[in-house]
């Protein structure tokens, strides 16, 4: 499955790293591209939709 998300509190590289850390604790083998400047999370998982969001928000972001 591939999503796209909206992160809009995701402000530098170290947030774009922390995503995709957390995204990878659900998914070890997620495609995580994670841009600061667009604000955007592109993510190709097996995992749900409502799973990826959640590990999101416990790194501390909201995803739309």
Known sequence: MK???NVPNMACGSCAKAI???IK???QNAKVEADPKTKRVEV?????ESSIK???SNAGYAAA
């Open 3 to 5: 999503l796209q998300l």
């Open 20 to 22: 995709t850390n957390a």
């Open 25 to 27: 604790e659900v998914d």
């Open 44 to 48: 190709e998982t097996e995992s749900s």
């Open 54 to 56: 959640q590990a999101i």
